[in-house]
Structures are given as C-alpha cells and as structure tokens.
C-alpha cells in the first residue's frame, strides 16, 4: 500500500476508503488525483480490538460496524453516540472512522471526539510507523499530519471512566452538522469534576478543544453560573468563518448553547443534578 503510494509519487495519489467523500469530490473535479490506492482489501485495517482499556479501531472499519460494536459502546461510548449524527445509515455502512479523521472536515464528528477523548492516530509510511495524538493530527481544514505516502492505519481510544455527550446543531436530520460538542466528564461521587475532555467541531479551522471551559469546570461542583461562566471563557476566544451554512454570531451562538448542553447532559449522565 505504501509502496504503491511511493511508486506513484509524481501523480499525485490518494487512497480510497469509503468513497463517500473522495468521490463526490472527484465527480466535482474537487480532487483529481492521477492514482487511487484502493484501502479495501488491505489486511488488518478493518480490525476493533479491546486490550485492557486501549480500543484500537482499524482505520477501514466502516462507521456502522463501529457505531454497533460491543467493544466500542463499552470503551468509547461517546464515538458510538457521535456515530448516529454522521449522515445516514447508508453513507456510514460505506464510510470508514479512517476516512472521516484523515478528510478532517472541521464540521465533522469524528474528528472532535478524537480530540476531546485524546486519541492516537497510528500513521503507517515509507520511514515506518509513527503515532500521533489528535490534538496535533488535525492541523487545518482538510488538513492533517498525514504526510506524502503515509497512510492512517488506525486510531486508539483509552476507556474514559465517566459520563459523556455528543450535541450537535443541523438544519435537517443527517446533514452536516453546524456545529457540535463532544464532551467527556470524569465526577466523583460529591459531584466535583476530576477530569474534563471537550472538543467542538464547526467552529474553527480545525476541531477546537475547550481548554478554558474544561480547566474551569476541574475540581469544582458545577452550578449554573459556574457552568455559565466556564462556556463563556470558550465562547469568548472563538472566531469561527462564516459561510452560507451560518455566519461568525450564528456559530458563536451554537456553541455557547450547545457547549451549555452537552455539559448539562454529561452531569445528568454521572447522576449530578446542576443547582
Ligand atoms: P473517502 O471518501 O474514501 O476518503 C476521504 C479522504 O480521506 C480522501 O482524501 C482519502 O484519500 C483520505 N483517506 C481515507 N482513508 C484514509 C486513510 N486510512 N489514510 C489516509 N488517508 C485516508 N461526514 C460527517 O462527518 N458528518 C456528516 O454529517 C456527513 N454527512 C454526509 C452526507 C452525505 C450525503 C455524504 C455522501 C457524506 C457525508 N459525510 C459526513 C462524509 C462521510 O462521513 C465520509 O464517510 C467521510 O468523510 C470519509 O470517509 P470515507 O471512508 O468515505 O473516505
């Protein structure tokens, strides 16, 4: 696989995955790439392993298989809900977790709950294998560390031992997202938050983790002004590009209440009721 990439290096190759992005690109002449390595067939790509508490999923398995997976519903439940908002069933049982991380679409779901889970993307190349966190995998608009010849192979999650939710914003159900949050939440028994890992899509170049909202929910008993307050030092460093989808304010908006919600969920989830 790597070497055919290497080997056609001057036509500027692509691998296919599940097509439901390359293709549509290339019947827009989008993408014109003068080789297409097909990942079908490749062995031990289509793979979902549970070790300990390490999921490793194959970059080839397709989004359905994945969103039905036992191993996935126990390890990563927050990728098997954000599952369901992906399009609709038919385009998941073709589209692939690879292809939807690796297309890095910044509205898309996937991406945001690698970077709020911390996932590891595993990158096969030409100099060997290579891991990569997703929080340095996504690096602009349908733009990754993927380098020339390099293939993601596939992408670990580590059990996360608390609640989780996956909100997102869409105009009709099964298109693409506006924007959405993906929210995991480790709380104690008194309710205080140990741990926080939150990422939203559809607001910026690349998914954007909520790193002021998640160290100002750590070690506090949310309420709802503290929840208030811990959305807005998010909220407030956004400046997301506006496009006939929904301007700046519209996603601005989105994300102060969907951010909101997803934390509400998340506490609800861990039996936390917000005062
Ligand atoms: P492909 O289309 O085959 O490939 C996409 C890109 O990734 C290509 O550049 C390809 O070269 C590269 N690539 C693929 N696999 C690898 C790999 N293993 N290593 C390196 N590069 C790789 N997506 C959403 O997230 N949310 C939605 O709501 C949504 N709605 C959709 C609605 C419709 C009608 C359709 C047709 C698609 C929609 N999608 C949506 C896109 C869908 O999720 C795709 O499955 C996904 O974006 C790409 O996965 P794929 O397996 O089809 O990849």
């Given at each position: 696989m790597t070497a055919l990439l290497a080997e056609h290096d001057d036509l500027e190759p692509r691998v296919l995955a599940g097509?439901?992005?390359?293709?549509?690109?290339?019947?827009?002449?989008?993408?014109?790439p003068g080789y297409l390595v097909d990942l079908q067939h490749v062995?031990?790509?289509?793979?979902?392993?549970?070790?300990?508490d390490t999921l490793s999923i194959g970059?080839?398995?397709?989004?359905?298989?994945?969103?039905?997976?036992?191993?996935?519903?126990?390890?990563?439940?927050?990728l098997a809900e954000a599952?369901?908002?992906?399009?609709?069933?038919?385009?998941r049982n073709s589209g692939t977790i690879g292809g939807s991380l690796a297309h890095a679409d910044p509205s898309a779901e996937l991406?945001?709950?690698?970077?709020?889970a911390d996932a590891e993307m595993t990158l096969v190349g030409p100099a060997g294998v290579r891991r990569v966190p997703a929080a340095e995998f996504f690096v602009g608009p349908f733009e990754t560390a993927l380098r020339p010849g390099e293939v993601l192979s596939e992408v670990r999650f580590v059990r996360w031992p608390g609640s989780h939710a996956f909100v997102e914003?869409?105009?009709?159900?099964?298109?693409?997202?506006?924007?959405?949050?993906?929210?995991?939440?480790?709380?104690?028994?008194?309710?205080?938050?140990r741990r926080a890992g939150i990422a939203l899509?559809?607001?910026?170049?690349?998914?954007?983790?909520?790193?002021?909202?998640?160290?100002?929910?750590?070690?506090?008993?949310?309420?709802q002004d503290s929840i208030r307050s811990a959305v807005e030092a998010t909220v407030a460093v956004l400046s997301p590009a506006g496009d006939v989808h929904g301007s700046t304010e519209t996603r601005i908006d989105i994300a102060r209440a969907y951010l909101r919600r997803a934390i509400e969920v998340a506490l609800g989830r861990a039996g936390v009721e917000v005062a």
């Open positions: 097509g439901q992005s390359l293709v549509p690109l290339m019947n827009f002449r989008l993408a014109q062995e031990g790509l289509a793979d979902i392993r549970l070790d300990g970059a080839m398995v397709r989004q359905s298989v994945a969103e039905d997976a036992p191993q996935v519903a126990a390890a990563a439940p927050l599952l369901r908002f992906v399009a609709h069933r038919p385009v991406p945001a709950v690698a970077l709020a914003f869409m105009r009709t159900h099964g298109s693409f997202a506006i924007a959405g949050v993906a929210c995991l939440l480790d709380v104690d028994a008194a309710g205080t938050v899509s559809g607001v910026g170049p690349t998914p954007v983790r909520a790193s002021a909202t998640e160290q100002s929910l750590i070690g506090s008993v949310p309420d």
